[in-house]
């Protein structure tokens, strides 16, 4: 059966088996058990995931501290397969989802990493930032909010009635209301002025864009650890600027390594990081919430203030390969889940 993102066995994987065979004791059903010690973690990741997370480096830290990853088969039962300690997976699909969820409930002991439900709520972009709204972070060294947004489901025409309605300043920042993993789901536009927001197609999110110095913050999260980096993103509009400027245009995502900003030449009001303390309590509100334990979150300052700060999105299992120091903290988190086994 294929899945959506289907994976595909390569040179790499097939030399970490090989580590692996050299390694064990003994033989059963499925997969050779490792040594009780040992830790074993069966992924199931797109291709594209696999080559920015499961990197030689963190292949062989992880190695070195009796830590194994092992593709998951998508053509074989879950349950037959292992027995891993920890599951790891980004595959999107109703199929897959039952399967993994299956699999949760069958084995309790295994640590799936994440729930898929969990993951579920972060597909729609309407959803995803409800969690940090309901939250009062007000006296927490700073205030954390979303930016004000509207939902359009259908009829385009509608959208410039609908945003006068809702008071929403332009310019507006267009997203597509799912989350799918696509290319498309990820393309984002910002439109200058109503009359251009009839020509956008419906499911999407209208976000008021706040200005924010042009540097925008991603907080990865990884169970219990924190870390922080600048990226490069949209610059500030004036009144005067956005007078000059009329319709919808794609902005690039500031996602990518060449887009970071942690070695630029900043003003400090604008490179500041948030306040630690208060990442750590917005991080503890929203771990129980939105029930992840890997997720990163894209949080911008409000230009001209020092501690007014935006969460504009929030991502399951981000490219953690971009994290400063990922190997050690990734290895770390997942000996969390060995308890006994490697005592």
Request: aromatic share 8%; glycine share 6%; hydrophobic share 40%.
């Amino acid at each position: 059966m294929r899945l959506n993102g289907e994976i595909e066995e390569d040179e790499e994987e097939e030399k970490v088996a090989e580590s692996l065979n050299s390694q064990t004791y003994s033989t059963g059903i499925g997969f050779p058990q490792l040594q009780s010690q040992n830790l074993l973690v069966g992924y199931a990741l797109t291709s594209k995931k696999k080559k920015s997370f499961l990197q030689p480096k963190l292949i062989g830290l992880a190695r070195n501290k009796g830590i194994f990853f092992v593709a998951i088969d998508l053509n074989r039962p879950l349950s037959d397969q292992g027995p891993f300690d920890v599951v790891l997976h980004k595959l999107s699909g109703k199929d897959w989802c039952n399967i993994i969820e299956d699999y949760r409930q069958k084995h309790p002991e295994v640590t799936v990493l994440d729930p898929p439900d969990a993951i579920e709520h972060l597909h729609n972009r309407q959803s995803m930032l409800q969690d940090v709204a309901d939250l009062n972070l007000s006296d927490c060294h700073g205030k954390v909010g979303v930016p004000r947004q509207l939902v359009i489901s259908k009829d385009p025409s509608s959208i410039p009635h609908e945003v006068n309605k809702a008071g929403l300043k332009l310019p507006l920042v267009v997203k597509p209301l799912v989350v799918d993993g696509s290319t498309k789901s990820h393309e984002l536009f910002l439109a200058y002025d109503q009359f251009s927001l009839a020509e956008l197609e419906p499911p999407l999110v209208l976000q008021e864009f706040v200005n924010h110095g042009g540097i925008l913050f991603k907080v990865y999260i990884v169970g219990e650890i924190i870390k922080v980096v600048r990226r490069f993103s949209l610059p500030n509009f004036s009144k005067h600027e956005l007078e000059k400027v009329a319709g919808v245009f794609p902005f690039p995502r500031v996602s990518s390594a060449s887009a970071s900003a942690d070695d630029a030449d900043l003003e400090p009001s604008v490179a500041e990081h948030p306040p630690r303390l208060l990442l750590e309590k917005l991080a503890r509100e929203l771990r129980p919430r939105l029930g992840l334990r890997l997720f990163n979150m894209d949080i911008i300052r409000e230009h001209g203030t020092r501690d007014v700060f935006y969460v504009i999105d929030i991502n399951y299992f981000p490219g953690y390969g971009k994290m400063p120091d990922y190997e050690h903290i990734f290895t770390d988190f997942l000996l969390s889940f060995a308890g006994s086994k490697m005592l």
